[in-house]
Structure formats: C-alpha cells, structure tokens
C-alpha cells in the first residue's frame, strides 16, 4: 500500500497532468482506432482464399474476439508486476510483434477442401495475432498506468476515449481507406500507424514513477468484487453485445436490406461507451431513466413485421440499441470498481461481449428458424435496465405491505392477460384493432409499472409477444420458414404460386398447375438470362455446358435440355434443401431431378475445374444486402474466362436497388477482353404474367463477339456496355462500395 501511494504521490502535478492527460489519451485512442481498422482491412484480404461463407466470417469473428479476451486477460496479468516493469513488458511485447509488419496474409496454400471452421482461426491468427493481441491490451493498460502517472485520477473515463478511436476506426475505412488506398497501400499504412502508436506507449512509460521498482507485485488497495458482482458485469455487457450483432441481423433481414448498414449499429454500441463512462453524467442518466419507456413503445412495435415504414423503423431499431447500449453501460459504469481492479472490470467486460457475440452470430442461428435473437435479448434488457417511476405519484400507487404488493402485481399480471386474449382470440371482432387496442392497454399498464421490475418485464414480454411474437411463433410452428448463417428464408404458399423470400428481397415464384415450368422473376424467357438459355442449343449444340452460379428455387433448371451438362454452385445448403426436397418447388425434380449441385463458394470451386469445361456460365449471387466482391474483381474473371470455352458466354445478374454494378463490370470487361451487351428488362403492363415475370438486368460477356451478335439478334432492347469514367473496377487489392452507391431506384423506375 505504502508503494502504491509512493507512486502516485510522484505523479506529476499541475500542467505535467494536462500533458499525461493528453498523452494517455492519444495513446489509447490511436490503438483503438487501428484495432477497428484492421478488421475489415484482413477481411478483405482473406476473401480471394477463402470464400463467402459465412463460416468464414463466423470464425473470423471469433478470432478477432478471442485475441481481444486474450489481450485484456494478458492486461490483467500484468497487473502482478509494477507498472514500470508493465510498460517495460508491453513495449518489448509491442516490438516482437511488429516482426509480423506490414500487415497482411501470410503465404499459405489451404487445401481444397479446407475446413473454414479449422484454417480460418489457424490463418488469422498467424497472420494478425500477435499484432492485434498486442494493441488490444491498450485500452485497459494505459488506463491503469494513467491512474499511477496522474497521481489516482479516475482513469475510466479514458475507456469514452478508447471507443471513439474504435468508432473513428470502424468508420474510415468503408467511407476513407477502402475507397481510396488498394490493399498493399493500407497495410503500410496501418504499419504508420502502429509505429506511431508503439512511440505513444514509450512516451506514456517515460511519465511513469521511478520508484516501485522492486516491488514484486501491484499491492490492491480496495475489496475485491464478489462472484456476483463479475456475474453482473457479464451480463451488462453480454446484452448490448448480443442485441448489437441482432439489431443488424433483424434490421437486414426483416426490415430493409441496405448495403453498410452493420456500420450504423456497431458504430452506436461503440459510441454508447463514450457516453457511459463520460464524466458528465447528464445523457447517460437521461437515457437510462427513458431506457424503459423505450424498449416497451419501440422493442414490441420492431418486431411486428410491417415494412410499410422500413426506413423509420431502421431508425427506431438503432436509436433503440443505443438508449439500451448507454443504459446497461452506464449500470456497468456505476457498479465499477476501484482502478486497482480495473483490469479484472474490463477482463469481465470482454467476457460478456463473447458470450454475446457467441449467442447471436454462431448459436442463434442453428437454434432459430427466426431473428428470435432480437426480442429475447430486448426482453433480458428489460430485465437489466434500472427502473425508476416515472412520478412520485406513481410510486404511491405500488406503495404499501408486502401482501398489499403483491395482491396489486397479481392484478396488473390478470388484466394484462385479459387483455393478451382479446387481442389474439378478438372475442367482439374488431379485426387489427383488437390487436392495437390491447397493445395499448398493455403499454399503459407497462409505463405504470416501471419501477417494480417484475411488473414491468410481463408487460413487455406481453405486448412483445401481442405485437408480433405470437405471428412469428405462428409462421414458425407451420414450419415454413428456413434460417442458416446467410439469413432467414421464407415460404409463402398461395392458391396459385409458391414464393420465397430471402429476408426482404424475393427469391423465386413458381407458379401452380400447368404453368409450373414457367421461369419468372428475374429469369422470365424475355431476360437477358432467358434469352441466353434459349439461344445455348444454337450456340453450343445439344451438348452444351452449362454452369449456374447461385441456385435460388431452381428456376433456370427449366431451361435445361435433354443431353445438356449441367453444374449449378450454391454456397447454402439450406437453399438446397428448399429447392430440392421442400416439396414446395418443383422445378428441379420437374426440369433437372439429378441436377448436379456443388456446394461451396463458387469462385473456390470454379478454380478448381479445367479449363475450357463449360461454355455458358450464369452468376446470379446478388442482392440488395450483399454483394460477394470477390466474386466481381478481375481475378475472378479471369477464372471464368480460364473455366468458359473461347466462345463462351457469361451472363452476370447485376438487379439492385443500392448499388449500380455496370461499371464494376464494364471495367472487368475492359481488363480482361470481354465484349458486353447489357439488356434492362421491365414488362409491360398488358404483358401475360406481369405480375411474375419481374424486371431483370443482365450483361451478356463473350471474348467472341459473333456469339454476342448471334445473342442480340434473338430479340430485346440489348445496349453495349461502355466503362464509366471515374469508376474504378475491383481487383483483389481494390473494391469498394463507395463509388457505386446509389439511391434506391431502379433504372428503369419513373421519375415520377
């Protein structure tokens, strides 16, 4: 103790501290902001080796959360030693690690049949683990060390700091370095950075006191928190993680499908941090005490369903994930410890934000057939947020004994389930009123129980499960509805047709009776896809070669002709449980029954087919939400065009409400030799099957440009596609969203 004092009393004073103070954060702000820049950075590297699947995010997440918990067990640890041999430690930690600068890849050939749940982990983490273990200890070390240098500061508001570099971070690099630097130029920049922050650390070490040098260890001067406690600060974490990863899930998914959007969500739970642990405790305390206002107006209404307000509920959602990010942090905040124990507070903190990932990104999915995620985790924040009555007269009306209490609980739970009936049974026949008006029966019981906790949880759970919760279970239990790690796909069974829907955006229709065979949406005989298929006997005899890049219901299997080879590739093998043995789409055991279905990413496993093997390929892997870049860089083209004939035909699916694809293609046709015409479909009004047909846009690629002549003359409103200027095309070093971004409207949308 008596050390620990020394320390601090040696801490320089006066306007050395305004220095220590600006030093320690720009230190910890600048680890952070490089700790939320590599990230994505890696994750575009590893995209060319190994593929789209979501095991690969799934496991790289993991990596990334893993190497955090590791860094602040690692800061912890630490704390045995005095903070001068800590910063002696860290630094020489610093500099073994930079042996694996620049930042990048390592050279590695995966197997073919890599095992992304095995090779991803062992990649990353030989490729970025010692550097991102090193900077992720940053945050709660130099805090600790702050405290000793400033002479016992409080060091957690430098926590607020630490999270606008991650916020700073996380938004540069769609909106600044991805746009604008190819790989190999980001990689020596982040080395720039590193380097920078390495000189930080050494400055913030030089302000540290001379004199425990021969303490063996950092004495404790307060109470070590009880089991329950860390439990507590598990569990506060664990939700906003958790509800953070299923706000972008369920806002993608079942609200609008809008490219970056993860970046809003992961933004505001980082910023939620600065504002918890500010020393101005205004907007933490507003927002915790509206915390359950809140969730019981807002988390029941998300999940209702209704799109008809995509935009304003996207908005609702976040806002939402915010207001509970500030309020359970901000509970965190008020429950932490001394800062001699301030390493074990964030140890805890990391282990909740694992445990949250782990339950939204890898469990949630097997689990669920549906974002069922969301509203349990909106109910667990129900249950942690604090609650204060809203009135003092309030208050008076849940006053008295015990029993008087309880008997006054027992009420408020019977009318609410009075009024859960009526609006499920509709005992007088209001219609969706009956929903309404008990929804709002139940919201005002909840308002005026908060305060009681128990209360208030069963008026949120009912008006959860009124407004929404009781369609979904519904939907669920009729067993129409498929969830896997790519999203949440849907059957819907009309008299006449059958759709699917993949979150938001349709899938596929078949239609009914003798029309069953009909290719619709985008694959209707007058598209760009259609024209292509009719025209492969003409092109390639009756033997042609064809491949298909996304299976979708398996519509263009009814372009399929007897002698014709046929390969389709989907990475979901939930999408070919649905296309092939549902029973509710028929176009494959009708068109194709022994289709030959190559599970995997298409890129990975068209490289692993000869050359000259098919002459006609269809990569339709689009759609509003996502677009699989390596699947459109040059690189790639240059595989399908090592994969296609010399006369082959490529016919890329570029339909999208966000992104305009042409010149990202335009430009891989230019590079690689490619001939293309584009052709925007849109049906008349008066055409037969308007409805079913959909509008398409589809670019025909040939390095024969007789085979696109012979294309274009079989009908359709066929343009030649020129390269944009100012657009740069993708590569494996480049791609970015950015330059490509575009309202949502289609071109062949009114302008009215």
């Not at 390639?540 to 080879?565: E, M, N, S, W």
């Not at 994969?643 to 010149?663: Q, T």
């Amino acid at each position: 103790m008596t050390d620990q004092v020394d320390e601090m009393a040696e801490a320089p004073q006066g306007k050395a501290s305004g220095v220590t103070h600006k030093l320690f954060v720009l230190a910890i702000l600048a680890g952070s902001f490089l700790l939320f820049l590599v990230q994505p950075m890696v994750a575009r590297m590893a995209l060319p080796k190994l593929g789209g699947a979501p095991a690969v995010w799934n496991s790289a997440m993991l990596v990334y959360q893993a190497l955090l918990l590791g860094g602040y067990a690692y800061a912890h640890w630490l704390g045995r030693v005095p903070v001068r041999r800590q910063a002696a430690i860290h630094l020489g930690v610093l500099a073994v690690a930079a042996l694996w600068l620049p930042i990048g890849l390592i050279s590695m050939n995966l197997p073919a049949d890599a095992e992304p749940t095995i090779w991803v982990p062992w990649l990353l983490v030989a490729s970025i683990g010692p550097l991102f273990f090193a900077i992720a200890a940053q945050a709660p070390l130099l805090q600790r060390w702050y405290s000793v240098a400033s002479g016992g500061r409080d060091p957690y508001a430098l926590y607020a700091a630490s999270n606008i570099g991650s916020f700073g971070g996380l938004i540069t690099y769609p909106i600044l370095v991805e746009p604008n630097m190819a790989l190999r130029s980001q990689s020596w920049m982040w080395t720039g950075g590193y380097a920078l922050v390495f000189l930080l650390v050494a400055g913030c070490a030089l302000l540290l006191p001379r004199k425990s040098a021969d303490v063996p260890h950092v004495v404790h001067s307060s109470e070590p928190p009880s089991r329950r406690m860390v439990l507590h600060w598990i569990v506060l974490a664990l939700v906003p993680s958790g509800l953070m990863l299923a706000t972008t899930t369920f806002l993608t998914t079942d609200i609008v499908a809008v490219p970056l959007l993860w970046v809003v969500p992961l933004g505001l739970y980082l910023l939620s941090f600065s504002v918890a642990f500010s020393d101005s405790r205004i907007l933490a305390d507003l927002l915790g005490k509206f915390a359950p206002i809140c969730l019981l107006l807002f988390g029941a209404t998300l999940i209702s369903g209704h799109h008809e307000y995509a935009y304003l509920n996207a908005f609702i959602g976040v806002m939402l994930l915010f207001v509970v990010s500030v309020a359970c942090h901000a509970r965190m905040y008020a429950l932490r410890p001394a800062p001699d124990r301030l390493t074990g507070f964030y140890l805890a903190m990391s282990v909740g934000g694992v445990l949250g990932g782990v339950f939204s990104a890898l469990i949630a999915p097997i689990v669920f057939d549906w974002t069922y995620e969301y509203p349990l985790l909106i109910l667990a924040a129900g249950a942690l947020v604090p609650q204060v009555f809203l009135f003092p007269i309030i208050g008076k009306l849940w006053s008295g004994d015990t029993q008087i209490v309880r008997i006054k609980v027992l009420v408020v739970a019977l009318v609410v389930s009075l009024l859960l009936v009526a609006g499920i049974r509709d005992p007088f026949g209001m219609g969706p009123s009956a929903v309404q008006f008990a929804f709002l029966g139940v919201a005002i019981f909840g308002l005026l129980s908060i305060g009681k906790p128990l209360a208030f949880f069963a008026s949120l759970a009912a008006a959860m499960f009124l407004y929404g919760g009781y369609q979904a279970i519904q939907v669920s239990a009729g067993g129409d509805r498929t969830r896997s790690y790519f999203g949440v796909y849907t059957i819907t069974d009309l008299p006449d047709q059958v759709r699917l829907a993949h979150g938001t955006t349709l899938h596929g229709i078949q239609l009914k009776g003798a029309k069953s065979r009909q290719p619709t949406t985008y694959y209707f005989t007058k598209s760009g896809v259609g024209l292509a298929m009719a025209a492969a006997p003409e092109l390639y005899g009756p033997h042609a070669r064809i491949g298909v890049v996304g299976l979708g219901t398996g519509t263009l299997a009814c372009y399929a002709k007897p002698g014709q080879q046929w390969r389709i590739y989907e990475i979901d093998p939930a999408v070919v449980r649905i296309a092939r043995d549902s029973g509710k789409f028929t176009f494959l055991s009708q068109c194709l029954p022994n289709a030959n279905i190559v599970i995997g990413d298409a890129r990975l496993r068209l490289a692993e087919q000869g050359a000259n093997s098919l002459d006609l390929l269809a990569l339709d892997a689009f759609s509003s939400d996502a677009v699989p870049m390596h699947l459109m860089t040059a690189e790639a083209y240059a595989t399908y065009g090592r994969v296609l004939a010399p006369n082959g035909l490529l016919m890329v699916h570029i339909s999208n409400r966000y992104l305009a694809l042409d010149p990202i293609v335009a430009e891989a046709a230019r590079r690689g030799g490619w001939y293309a015409e584009r052709l925007y479909y849109n049906p008349s009004p008066d055409e037969e099957l308007v409805d079913e047909a959909g509008a398409s846009d589809w670019i025909a690629l040939s390095r024969d440009p007789k085979v696109l002549d012979r294309l274009v003359a079989r009908g359709g409103e066929w343009k030649v596609l020129v390269p944009e200027f100012g657009v740069p095309g993708w590569t494996d070093d480049y791609a970015s969203i950015v330059p490509v971004l575009r309202p949502a409207k289609m071109p062949w949308d009114s302008d009215d």
